[in-house]
């Protein structure tokens, strides 16, 4: 039985989504043994075929995640041991999840700072509930900078001047603000947040594997490639999907469907929901 | 110059402005008609110094561009081949008006999706009409991903997070939620587009052939160069632009109206008011 021996993670699957509801009282702090389960749960959804999208929520109203333990950092030595050349722990945790070929979404209701700011970076979207969660970097007040990521991550996502105010300004960033940053997708009222996110991760859970992975590997490549080469890599990845049997069957479904006449083409989405019916029924 | 005998373009040139009316019933879909015409268009307006910004429209009410013409897809080998050295086929048309020294601006009243947002993504410029655009990139519904540059234009455009909703959550975007995205400029009342664009296309149009040529590949030196590789190329472009006997006949035409002065210098707030009594408060 996959999913087992988690204490932190509650965790559902439900038709290629699989839910982690983060777990940790009194206030979901980042702790080594978090860390362990994030790793864990990484390393099990890779083998797992039927999952295709991971989304992580709270048990805790008020926090998804407090931050990083604070009292391990103390523990650090007096002095800094040499530059590392290669990833940290903590690194590969996050990276597994930017690169795994399976999609990851925060659905965020509560305070997430800090390390737990950093966590939801890593992951490929964040959404927020509109006056209930709060996003933020407060290492620079204690003293420390982050080191999740964070300073890598956020000048990439939203550029260098906002990234700076979040960083060196240690303020709270309530999600509409988020929002307009860019820190989060979107903001959503709390009561439509949940169905948005199922919604979302159902849909995306009904493709096929194969397409998400492509999808995901050319917006990677975006952010790593000079525009041309990048450009010619999507063709070939676009040459792959195209030439999969089950491409083929859903864009003959989509013909067959509706696609590509007036009436369809006005409601596509409907047309996708029905060839989808189709092909789950078989 | 003139534009003669195109299938689904139907091109009108008025005041150094290419407006291109796409026509290609019953769908607007991206065919082989399109493409021809797309092709032809590029290499004559190229090369037609008469030109100096390009307004894509549709004459179909409900959509601008449906999607590229899956019929052509689902006839892919079973091999995928090896891979591209160079751009080719239809995403070489749409990546070529990135560098063309003209401004390309995509006017967005209707559906679009697939290929047809990705050759709208490919447009110096998108904007959208409150209640009629719907934008979407929904390549992953049929189990394939978008090959025609729309990886790239909405990664770069929107950031990775919200590229990737885009392409894998399958959801319609409106007008407003794709401004709030940055997928398209601004997203405008359905009664204001078409006079926003035809102040913003005549107000381009007003500028140089040879400024807009070196504002746009400073434009594309910031994507493409390094840092410091961009800013020295920026001061190379800026001092070919100072040099100009136009540019100088501008500077001094400018002074001489009173540039620098108290009145002439609170222009730009007389010019708002003027433009909100044309368009109301959407500025």
């Known amino acids: 039985m996959p999913y087992e021996g988690f204490e932190l993670l509650k965790i559902r699957v439900n038709r290629g989504v699989l839910f982690a509801t983060i777990n940790n009282p009194p206030m979901n702090l980042l702790t080594d043994e978090l860390y362990g389960e994030f790793a864990k749960l990484a390393m099990e959804v890779a083998t797992d075929d039927k999952v295709k999208v991971i989304v992580f929520d709270s048990a805790d109203p008020d926090y998804f995640i407090a931050h990083y333990d604070v009292s391990l950092l103390l523990k650090y030595p007096d002095k800094a041991p040499p530059k590392p050349t290669d990833l940290h722990g903590g690194h590969q945790i996050y990276e597994a999840y930017r690169t795994m070929p399976k999609i990851s979404i925060a659905k965020i209701e509560g305070r997430v700072r800090g390390g737990g700011g950093e966590f939801c970076l890593s992951l490929d979207m964040r959404f927020g509930a509109i006056g209930k969660a709060i996003l933020g970097q407060i290492e620079v007040p204690l003293g420390i900078i982050p080191g999740g990521g964070g300073t890598q991550r956020l000048p990439r996502l939203i550029g260098r001047s906002r990234a700076m105010e979040i960083v060196v300004g240690g303020m709270d960033f309530p999600a509409d603000i988020a929002e307009k940053y860019g820190y989060i997708n979107r903001a959503l009222p709390p009561d439509e947040l949940t169905p948005f996110v199922e919604e979302l991760a159902y849909r995306i859970a009904s493709y096929p594997a194969e397409t998400i992975a492509l999808a995901k590997k050319a917006v990677l490549l975006a952010l790593e490639k000079p525009i041309v080469e990048g450009l010619i890599e999507e063709t070939h990845l676009f040459n792959l999907s195209c030439v999969s049997v089950v491409a083929k069957e859903r864009m003959s479904l989509f013909l067959q469907m509706g696609g590509q006449t007036r009436e369809g083409e006005l409601d596509i989405f409907k047309v996708v929901e029905k060839y989808t019916k189709k092909i789950e029924e078989k | ?283």
């Open chain 2, 1 to 283: 110059m003139e534009y003669k005998d195109y299938k689904v373009f139907k091109i009108e040139i008025k005041n150094a402005i290419a407006w291109v009316t796409i026509d290609n019933p019953p769908v607007n879909l991206i065919n082989m008609a399109f493409l021809e015409d797309m092709d032809r268009f590029f290499n004559q307006v190229k090369e037609d110094d008469d030109v100096k910004v390009i307004v894509f429209q549709s004459a179909d009410p409900d959509i601008f561009i449906s999607h590229f013409d899956v019929t052509a897809l689902t006839d892919f080998p079973e091999e995928p081949g090896p891979a591209a050295t160079e751009l080719q086929g239809w995403k070489k048309y749409f990546m070529d008006f990135r560098t063309l020294p003209k401004v390309t601006i995509a006017k967005i009243e209707g559906i679009v999706g697939g290929g047809g947002n990705e050759f709208a993504l490919s447009m110096d410029m998108r904007f959208g009409a409150i209640g009629k655009a719907v934008f979407s990139q929904t390549e992953a519904a049929v189990g394939i991903i978008a090959g025609g540059g729309g990886t790239h234009w909405l990664t770069r455009l929107m950031g990775r997070s919200r590229a990737l909703e885009a392409m894998l959550g399958l959801l319609p975007y409106s007008a407003k939620m794709a401004e709030r995205y940055g997928w398209i400029n601004r997203a405008l009342p359905a009664d204001k587009i078409g006079p926003f664009v035809e102040i913003l296309a005549n107000s381009i149009a007003y500028v140089s052939a040879e400024t807009i040529a070196i504002v746009k590949r400073s434009v594309v030196v910031a994507e493409e160069m390094q840092r410091k590789e961009g800013l020295l190329e920026e001061g190379r472009l800026f001092a070919i632009a100072a040099a100009s006997l136009d540019s100088k006949g501008r500077m001094n035409q400018a002074l001489d109206s009173g540039l620098q002065t108290r009145e002439a210098e609170l222009g730009p707030k007389r010019r708002l008011e003027e433009l909100e009594k044309l368009l109301g408060d959407i500025l």
